[in-house]
């Protein structure tokens, strides 16, 4: 499965779901908020959304500043 992360075409041997996802990339302790084809996926969801092939993923951190 082909998905586009951040910009960058990742492929995984097999269907994952988000939390997968981020765990296999090693950044859930950076990762705050993500994104699907441009729809917020609500973090309690991350477990149970499967993207499909050729999903566009944004993960999305928070910076502070001012």
Not at 4 to 14: A, H, V
């Amino acid at each position: 499965m082909k998905l586009i992360i951040n910009e960058i075409e990742k492929e995984f041997k097999e269907r994952m779901s988000l939390s997968q996802i981020i765990e296999s990339l090693q950044v859930q302790s950076k990762v705050m908020a993500v994104a699907v084809n441009m729809e917020v996926v609500k973090k309690e969801n991350w477990n149970t959304y499967y993207p499909k092939d050729g999903d566009e993923i944004e993960l999305l951190n928070f910076v502070g500043g001012g």
